[in-house]
Each structure stands twice: as C-alpha cells, then as structure tokens.
C-alpha cells in the first residue's frame, strides 16, 4: 500500500515486562493535524518518541510515502519536535534557538535570518531575536518552541504536550493559535495531549491511546457523540454510565450525555424524578448532582442554583443516550 | 574515542607508577630495613603526628570558619560579594608562597624569637592550614547552609527551644553533610601537606608525607620510602571512600534537600558583631601574612624600592636558572597543565556522562590524584621512570604532565556534574533539529559545558603555578625549575639578598594566582555545579 | 633561554591542537595531533644538541666559590665555558646526583667528602680518570684505587665559637663542654643527612665516644638546645654570631678563622673566632667525572684544571680549606691563623660506609623527633 505522509504500522516498544506501545498503526496524511490523546502513562510520548527516531521499536515501520525511517537517526528523517519542556538551548539567545535547525541543513547565517524573522513573526515574537531564551516567560518559550520547529520546514511536526505547563486560559489561546498557525501552513503535524479540549481545539482526527494501544480514532465530533467504550465515556469526561433500557434505550451499558438532562417542561414522554444530593458552581453553569429514585445518581447541568434534598424532574433526550459497547 | 585517550594518558602517566609504586612498597615491606622503619616507635609517633596535626587544623578551622559561613549564608551586607570573592584566593595559594609570607610575618613581628615563638612550631603549621583551608569551610559549609530550610529550627522556636537549643539540635544536624565534607576535605589537605610542614615546622617535625620524600631525597633508600608511600595511600584511600561516602550524601541532600533559597536578611544589633568577627577575623588571618609579605619584598638594605624584583633576572648560583626564568617555566608549565588537563579531564567527563559501561570507573579513577598525595605521585614518577626507553626523570615535559594530573580531578569534577545536568531533552531536540551525534557535541554539549571547561582549566592553572610536592622529586635542570622550587631553595637559605628575592618572586607567583582565582570565581560565581567540585 | 622559549610555545601550540581536535571528537586528527607533538620534542632535541663553544656544567654544594679571574684563566686557556650549578649541601648534591645517576645534569662534580664517598660510588656516580697532576698528591688523600674521584682539598671541621660572646664564662673547649648546661642553647650544627660538616661531627662524636656512647652524647647535646641546620651556610650565616644569629658556637672548619681575619670590617689581625681542636674529624674533598655525560674530554680538563696551582692556590681564601697538592702556597692569613688538628678524629672508611645509613637513622631519631 503506498501512501503520502506518515503510516505506522504495527508498531511495538517494550520497557522490561510493560508494553509501552502494543502494536499500533495509524496514519498522518499530508496537511493534516492528529492528536495523540490518552490519560498519562499510556504510552502516547512513547509513540510519539518512536516516530521522531528518538526510540526503536521492537517490532513494526514507520514510513513518510514510501520511505521506510524504522531505522534512520531523529537527524535524517527531517521531522520536528517540539517538547513539553520546550527543551530550549539556554546558551543560545532566540533568535540562534530558531536558526538552529537551519544551520543543521547547512544554512548560512545570512541565508536563515530572513526565515528566522518569519518564524518569529508567525509566532508574534518579532523583535525577541537577541533576547536570552532564560529570560522569556512560558508562553513565549512555547512560540520560540513551536517557532523553532517549524523553522526547517519538516515534512511532520510533532508536539508533545507543548501546552502542558501553561495556566489554563492561556493554554486555550494558544491551542487556538496553534491551529491557526498549522493551518495557515498546511502542515502535518502529531499533537500529543492528555487533555481532551486541546486535542479537540487542535487536531483533525484524534487516536485516543489507552494502555499501548489505540482504541479510537475519528475526529472529534465523532468522538465526543459516540465515544463507545465506557472507558472512553469516562475519559472524555462524559458523568454518566447508565443502563440503557431504564432509559429508553437498548438493554446494555449507555451513556447519557449531560446535555441530553433537561428541565422537564410537563409533556416529555422520557422523564425522571430525582432529588438534589449535592451541586458545585462551575462558572457558567451548576453542576448538579442528583439521586433516582433506585438509588443511582446522575449528573447534570443547571443554569440555576438548587437547595440540597430538593426535587428536580429532568426530561431525557434519546438521541443523548448512547450505546456503548462492553 | 575521548575515553581512549584520557584511559591512556592517565593509565600511563598516574597507573602505571602509581601501581609500580605499590608493587615495589609490598615488596619491600617484608625486608629488614622498611620493616624495621614502618614498626619503628619513631615512625609510628610521626604517623601520630600526622594524624593529630591533621585533625588538630580540622577542627581549628572549622570553629574559625563557621562564623563566617554563617554570615554569609544568612546576612546581606555591604562587601559580601568581595568578602566571598576573596576567599578563593587563599585557597590557591602556592604553598611556599604561604610559607614564606609567614615567616615574613614571624620576622616581622619578633616571633621567630623571644617571648612568643611561633617559627619552627607546630602553631606555625597549624596557622597556616587554617589559612589554606577557611575558604574550603566557609564556602562548602555557608553554601549549603544558604539551602538549608529554616522552617524546622523556626518551628522549634515556636515549640519553645531557646535560640542555642534550635541551633545546636536542628540546624547543626541539618548541616551535618556540608561539615563532613568540608572536614573531610580539610583533613584530607591537612594530611598530606608538605610544602608548610617543611618550611614552617623547623628540621625537627616530620609527617608521614616528608618521610616519604626524605627517604627518597635525602636519603635515596627507595625501597624504604616506596613502603611510607604505601601505607600513606592505604591512609589516602580509607578517607577518600569516607569523603566520598558524605559527599553523595551532600548530593543526595541537595537534591531531596528544599531547594528554594531563602532571602537573605539585612544583619542588625549583636548581628553585625558576628559579622565583623568573621570578616575581621579573615582579614587578619589572611591579610597579615600577604600584606607583610608584600611588605618585605620592597624592603631592600637601602629602605623600600623594588631592587629584589630587578634581581630576579640575574642568576644566583643557588638555582640552576634564574628565578625570572623559573617564573616563566612555571607560566608556560600551568599552561601546559591547564591544557593537558582541560583535554583528558574534558574527554574523560564526556565519556563518563555518556553513562557507558566504564563512566563510574572513570569517574572514580579520575578523582584519584586527589587523594594521591603529590609526594606519592613525584616518588612513584621517580622510580616508575627510571629506565630507557622510559626514562622521563630528566625530560622538561614530565613537569607539566605531573601537574596536569593533579589538575584533571578538578576539570572532571567541574565539568561532569554540568553534562550531566544537560536534559536529555535538550540533546534530542538539536537531534530531530537535524543535528547528528558530532555536531551535538560541537553545538550543545560543549558551549554548555564551556564555563565549567573554563574554571577546571583556571584551577589546574593554579595548582600547577602551586605545585611544589610532585614537582620537588623531578631533577633540578633550568627547565625543570618551577617558581615554588625556587622560592623553596631561596627561602632555605640565609642573607636577606636571597630571602627577598624569595619573597618577591611569591608576591609575583602569588598575583598570577590569585588572578586565575578571580577567573574561577567570574565564571564560577554561584553556580554551584562548577569550582571543582569543592568551592 | 630562546631554544626553551620556543620549545613551550610549539608544546603549547601542540596541547591546544590536540585539545581542539579531540573537543571536535575526530579519532583521524588526535593521532596527527600526537604526531605532531613529538615532532615538535624531536625538533627540541635537535636545537639543544646545536652548540656554540665548548661548555660544561659543574655541580657543587652551596659552599663552593672562587675567585672570579680562577675559572674564567680555564676558559681562557681552554676555551671551554664553565657553568657553576649549586644543589644545596654535600648531602643534598649527592642524593641529586644519585637520583639522576647516569643521565646527569652536569658534567662534573665537585665537593663529594670522604663521608659520602661510599655512597656515591655505589651508585656508579663516576667515571674513572687518573689526572696526571694526581701524581704529585699525597697517598693519605686518594681514598680511591680507581681514580673514579679526584682529591682537591681538605680541611678540618671543628667547632668554632665567637671568642667576644663569652665575656666571664670560658668558651668551650672540649666536645664534653657543648652539653654543658653552662653551654646551653648556644651552639648550632648541621643535619648529617644533608650536610657534610654535619655528617662529619656526627661521625667524629662516633669516634670520640664509640659505638655505645654516642647516642648519649647527642640525648645530651639535644637536652642542652642543640639547634640543627639543613646545610653549612644557613648555620654559620644565619644561626652563628658571624651571621648576626644568636648562636656563638657553631659547627664549621679549623681553617674558618682566616676567613674571618679577611672579612673583618673595621679589619683585624686576631680572628674573633676561636676553634675547639678536640672536636675536629678529617674530611677530604673530591671531585668527579659524572657517567654519561657528553663532554668527558672537556670535563678531564677541568680536573687536570682543578690540580694545577691557579685553582688549587685559590682555594684557601674561598673555601677556607686547605689545597692537596703540597706544593700549592698558602696565603699568609691562612699560615696565620688556620689550624690543622694534630690528631683529628677519624673512622675506618668501611666503617663509615656498612653504618652510615643506620646512624643518621638513629641522629634523625635521637636529635629531630
């Protein structure tokens, strides 16, 4: 089978008895942003580190189109990294941080600086070229990060959790940032992430690891609305794993998404008595925990707040109520 | 490639008559002569001696240097950074330039005789160790103590102890891996020390160090002394294992320890009189003895000028050069050393940061001149040398080559600890930047490692410009005279002419060191992974 | 100075090419780079080997000296340079010279006595070479069959004291007198490991006492302050009165006296200096061509040299001992003043050589720990 971009195939890393990566494949076509998205230790950066040369596998290829690079050097395969901790050189000031790579391709200094400018324009850094990288907060760290390196123009760029030491307001505008400016260059890119809002922000399909192994993969609409495992349920951060038949639905576990628990107007055909056990204040809504009437508990979202032991009535929207598989 | 040549250079160079060395000592242990010296009651009270003295100037410095470490771990005060700054200088100091600047002193102030004599005594050599080692105890002792959490002794306070108790049963037992490793250090210096003992000590004192060197020297029994050696390095090794044994304690401390440096406070009421105790102490104990000894370099028969410079450029038939020219080998030798050292001990720090199957080895075997006294290292040169092809007594080069032995640990234990403490993240991120295993080491872990390369290299340059033990067993030629070497001769020698002609050729030697001391501290400054592994 | 100069830069320059070529990891170039360097030392052997005029290098102990004009009617007469090198006392240059047996620093050495003569013919120090001018020198003095060291002069040491130091107490005259608490703390001698005249009062108080007395003797001397030198100069110039020391009596020659009467300022006829005869041993003077040395011919000609009366009638009033050869003649302070003990102590040659190693042992033990 001959494709562009990236193809993993049946890749596999063993650390002692613990199977880091178990026999994953998937694929990166030109253009195309995918995210790596999995609680920690599920062997995502693992993954991530085999494709970047960094690790051998054991078992399984990594090809660009038709070359295999199971074997090639991080140095040859002309791919780009980007690390959690922007792993930035301490000795080096911006600007020579972003030139880095170019000088590497045997770029002079005088041939890469006009490239270097762009870059740190693209990552709204302009002007920073002479500054210590020791002296940059963490956001910009990041863009000197990210601007260093896309700086050779590698064939894939991969980012492994390059949000993750940020607060979250800032992580959320840079994951915006970053999907504009991937997009803006039409490059392929892996995006590791164990955060589900940034992998959906970012990305255009995501695999959702999970011990070793990928369980999902699909683009993040797809997902979200049908996520079925309950473990995926879980991780997405979906409260509620039910029974489907008590609700509506097919006898075997479901999940029944919080926006599919409305207030019950009077008429809905699907409804159910609960009273209030607990809420927590979330901002823009109230998370309200409630209790059935057989003792099981579900979670919802309110615009108002409840009294503790009050009676709230919701009416249940089928298409909310997923099937999951065991 | 790196691990070659620095296995090579040191197996060669220290191994081979090191080994020699130990080989001829168990041979001749069992002969009548070393037997009867080594069980000799004469030489077991020199080894008593020795040993007494050594812990003797432990302690002595350790009381004098606290006070100061505290200050400086503690109090922000005007001069601290020139107080700290200063302190290196001591610390590389020739030998027999201290030698010499206090008998300056003793001369100076009548205490050479009358009422209070110090010259020819042991209080001389203990003053003098105490000087030499302060820096060793206030730097590793205050540096640490800076990092040390004051919560606990500030809970015990709460708790109801008195200022005395908190010290005495939390923060003195908080600093515990600082003050034995600056003891050990210390005792390490103190006991091997030789340039001090002979100068200062008078004909009759001896150590376990100068039995070496006058079996060898003075009394050419070979056999004898290659004995002494033996049991001193069997002395050297024990501590070194104790030494390193509380340093990877210290470095465990450091890194489980809080790292948050507290800020450090403004000194007011009986604050200050610490303070000025410490600072005033250091200054007169230091300050003294260099400034007496500037003094007596100017002094002439016709009241103060520089005639005793201007004589250093004339021969006396004392040294096989003249002593301007012992200077210039001395110059050119610490260069030599400093680059030799820079070389291997860089190479075999690369090596062991690659974390290979020999890097602990290395890293051990490295470290050893630092426990091989120099007067081991210059005997076991002497009789490992002494045959052709392999006759390298006699050759210029064998001087530097010893001092840059003696420099390696302290490039090794300065730069190791900086590649180590590279990310490996930093490494991959140059490597999927396109940059192969070569152009890493040339673009990440070299520039990285520069400042750390730099201030091993300034130490070598000034133990070398220092080294007197090692350099005293190589055959006196013009080319193998060293300025200690001259400055040791000159001093062993009446008539003020010579006397300050010595003493102007260590205020000089004593310049030259003290600026690679200032270079150590630029670029060492706080961090505290470089300065040898010890400041 | 200019050959050396050049040899530390191209080892300088050697070192930081090695450096740069192992700091840029090529194995290729670390072995030009060595390659290099020994080029660099054999280019070193070359410029040293290169010589002008014939010149030698003669080693002695720190109490040699001579008349300017002596050595320089040698070069004159040879054409040969002669270059002094002092290393210390005659113990000291012994030791040095035994260290760097057969590849020596010099060419040839003067000042070896007959207490460490031994010594330094164990060692295979010399060379042998019978002067013709040896002929005319007395049997008592040529102590070796093989003419492997050539006698030059000869002396007594004795214990010498400054006469004005001792106002109403006698100077001392007799070696039992020096650990005489009337005595105490005013005499100061010589370490024998390190010093001729040390060596030679230790072995003289061996043959006053004998082998069972004389480690007494020395616990007394050492319990009445005794004070120890490493060498001659630094006790009669630093501890002894002549020096401006505090010390009156110190251990010196019989023929010291002149030396004083010569030095004296405001000048004199009475030396100040006084000389306890009971205490003096015979020490003789040699000198020898050192093995391996390059210049053998040149060197034979500085000992010829060395027996001729230029050098031989210089010695007196420089080394204040008394010249071998007994045609040389003495200079009229020293037939004035300097004295010859009449039966100086002395010690069978091969006595001194089986037990030498084991008394100085037992000096160090007795007298400095």
């Known amino acids: 089978m001959s494709s562009d971009g990236l193809r993993v195939d049946g890749v596999s890393v063993h650390f002692g008895a613990t199977r880091a990566v178990d026999d994953v494949s998937f694929t990166v076509a030109p253009g195309e942003t995918v995210a790596l998205l999995g609680p920690s230790g599920c062997g995502k950066s693992t993954l991530l580190r085999v494709v970047a040369g960094l690790e051998r596998p054991e078992t399984g290829t990594v090809h660009w189109a038709n070359e295999d690079l199971t074997s090639a050097p991080p140095e040859r395969r002309d791919f780009g990294l980007m690390f959690q901790d922007h792993a930035l050189f301490a000795h080096r000031s911006v600007a020579e941080n972003v030139a880095f790579g170019l000088k590497m391709r045997g770029q002079r200094a005088a041939e890469s600086a006009k490239r270097v400018s762009e870059m740190l324009d693209l990552v709204d850094l302009a002007g920073f070229d002479d500054r210590s990288v020791e002296a940059l907060s963490g956001g910009e760290a990041q863009r000197v990060a990210l601007a260093r390196a896309l700086a050779p123009s590698p064939r894939l760029l991969m980012l492994d959790e390059p949000l993750g030491s940020l607060d979250r307001a800032l992580r959320d505008r840079l994951a915006t940032d970053l999907r504009s400016v991937l997009a803006q260059l039409g490059q392929s890119a892996i995006h590791v992430t164990h955060d589900q809002d940034e992998a959906f922000t970012v990305a255009d399909r995501v695999a959702v690891m999970q011990a070793g192994q990928i369980v999902r993969i699909g683009t993040p609409f797809e997902i979200w609305n049908d996520p079925q495992t309950a473990f995926l349920a879980t991780f997405l951060g979906h409260p509620n794993i039910v029974e489907g038949s008590r609700f509506g639905g097919a006898p075997g576990p479901a999940t029944l998404l919080t926006t599919a628990l409305t207030k019950a107007e009077g008429d809905e055909p699907l409804r159910v008595e609960t009273t209030v056990v607990s809420q927590e204040f979330r901002g823009d809504h109230f998370r309200v925990r409630v209790r059935t009437a057989d003792g099981s508990e579900l979670v919802a979202h309110s615009t108002h707040q409840h009294p503790t032991g009050s009676t709230m009535t919701f009416a249940i929207d089928p298409t909310g109520l997923i099937p999951l598989v065991d | ?535 | 100075m200019s050959p050396r100069n050049t040899r530390c830069r191209a080892a300088i320059l050697a070192v930081v090419f090695t450096m740069l070529a192992a700091a840029c990891g090529g194995g290729e170039s670390v072995v030009a780079s060595q390659s290099g360097a020994s080029g660099a030392a054999s280019d070193t052997v070359a410029t040293t080997a290169d010589s002008g005029p014939a010149s030698i290098t003669l080693l002695t102990h720190d109490s040699f000296a001579l008349s300017e004009t002596t050595l320089s009617a040698f070069t004159a007469e040879t054409g040969i340079v002669v270059t002094q090198l002092a290393s210390g006392d005659a113990g000291q240059m012994v030791s040095e010279a035994i260290l760097t047996a057969g590849n020596p620093v010099g060419d040839v050495l003067f000042g070896i006595d007959n207490t460490f003569l031994q010594r330094g013919l164990d060692a295979d120090l010399f060379v042998a070479y019978e002067s013709p001018n040896v002929a005319a020198v007395a049997d008592e003095f040529r102590l070796d069959a093989e003419n492997r060291v050539t006698p030059i002069d000869y002396g007594d040491v004795c214990a010498n004291y400054w006469i004005d130091e001792f106002g109403d107490t006698p100077p001392p005259s007799s070696l039992d007198d020096l650990i005489d608490p009337a005595y105490a703390d005013l005499f100061v001698t010589q370490n024998p490991e390190t010093s001729s005249p040390g060596m030679a009062f230790m072995l003289a108080t061996i043959a006053k006492y004998g082998e069972d007395g004389w480690e007494d003797y020395w616990t007394s001397l050492r319990n009445n302050g005794v004070e120890i030198s490493a060498g001659w100069e630094d006790a009669y110039y630093g501890s002894f009165t002549a020096g401006g020391g505090p010390r009156p009596i110190v251990m010196s020659y019989a023929s010291s006296p002149p030396a004083e009467v010569l030095f004296a300022d405001p000048p004199t006829d009475t030396p100040p200096t006084g000389v306890l005869l009971d205490s003096c041993f015979r020490q003789i003077e040699f000198a020898g061509i050192l093995s391996g040395s390059d210049n053998v011919t040149e060197a034979q000609q500085l000992i010829d040299f060395m027996l001729t009366p230029t050098f031989q009638e210089d010695i007196p009033l420089n080394m204040f001992v008394f010249p071998v050869l007994p045609d040389a003649e003495l200079p009229q302070v020293f037939v004035d003043h300097a004295q010859l003990a009449d039966n100086p102590l002395t010690l069978d040659p091969a006595s001194i050589a089986a037990n030498r190693d084991g008394w100085t042992e037992r000096w160090v033990e007795l007298v400095l720990r």
Request: charged fraction near 15%; glycine fraction near 8%.
């Open chain 2, 1 to 535: 490639m790196a691990l070659v040549l620095a296995v090579c250079f040191f197996g060669f160079f220290f191994g081979y008559p090191v080994i020699t060395l130990v080989i001829r000592g168990l041979r001749s242990i069992a002969d009548d002569r070393p037997s009867q010296v080594l069980f000799g009651s004469a030489f077991l009270r020199i080894a008593w001696f020795s040993l007494w003295q050594a812990v003797v100037s432990t302690v002595a410095t350790l009381i004098v240097g606290l006070p100061a470490a505290f200050a400086l771990a503690r109090f922000d005060f005007a001069g601290r950074a020139l107080f700290r700054a200063a302190l290196v200088v001591p610390f590389v100091l020739p030998t027999v330039v201290v030698a010499g600047a206090f008998e300056s002193v003793f001369t100076r102030f009548g205490l050479d005789s009358g009422a209070i004599v110090l010259k020819d005594t042991v209080w001389a050599v203990l003053l003098a160790h105490v000087f030499f080692n302060y820096a060793v105890v206030v730097r590793v002792v205050g540096t640490y103590w800076e990092s040390v959490d004051r919560r606990p002794a500030q809970a015990a306070r709460v708790l109801g102890a008195s200022a005395r108790t908190a010290f005495v049963r939390i923060t003195l037992p908080q600093l515990r891996p600082a003050l034995v490793s600056a003891a050990a250090i210390v005792f390490l210096f103190s006991f091997t020390s030789f340039g001090v003992i002979l100068l200062l000590g008078g004909p009759g004192m001896a150590t376990i160090e100068t039995e070496i060197w006058r079996y060898a020297v003075n009394r050419i029994e070979f056999d004898v002394a290659a004995a002494v050696a033996l049991l001193q390095l069997l002395a050297v090794a024990a501590l070194i294992t104790l030494t390193s044994y509380a340093e990877s304690k210290r470095e465990r401390a450091r890194r489980t320890g809080t790292q948050a440096k507290t800020r450090l406070t403004a000194p007011r009421g009986r604050q200050w009189l610490i303070i000025f105790g410490a600072v005033g102490s250091a200054t007169a104990l230091c300050g003294i003895p260099i400034f007496t000894l500037i003094e007596r370099s100017l002094l002439t028969g016709s009241g103060y000028g520089f005639a005793n410079y201007e004589a250093l450029g004339t021969q006396v038939s004392l040294l096989p050069t003249s002593a301007a020219a012992a200077l210039t080998n001395s110059v050119s030798y610490a260069l030599m050393a400093a680059a030799i050292a820079l070389v291997v001990g860089g190479c075999a720090a690369w090596a062991a940061s690659q974390g290979s199957a020999g890097a602990r080895l290395v890293d051990v075997g490295l470290t050893l001149p630092l426990g091989t006294s120099a007067v081991t290292l210059g005997l076991g040169v002497l009789i490992a040398f002494d045959r052709s092809p392999i006759d390298f007594r006699s050759a210029w080069w064998i001087v530097p080559v010893l001092h840059a032995l003696i420099g390696i640990p302290f490039v090794l234990r300065g730069v190791l600890p900086t590649l180590r403490g590279i990310s490996p993240r930093i490494r991959e991120a140059a490597a999927t930047l396109g940059a192969d295993p070569r152009a890493i080491r040339r673009e990440i872990d070299f520039p990285l490692a520069t400042k750390a390369l730099l201030v091993g290299a300034a130490f070598a340059f000034a133990v070398s410009l220092g080294e007197f033990g090692a350099t005293s067993f190589v055959p006196r030629r013009p080319s193998t005279t060293t300025a200690p070497t001259a400055i040791f001769r000159l001093l062993g020698q009446p008539g003020d002419q010579l006397r300050g002609q010595a003493m102007a050729l260590s205020v000089i030697l004593m310049l030259v060191t003290a600026a690679s001391a200032l270079v150590i501290e630029r670029f060492a400054g706080r961090d505290r992974a470089s300065g040898g592994g010890f400041l």
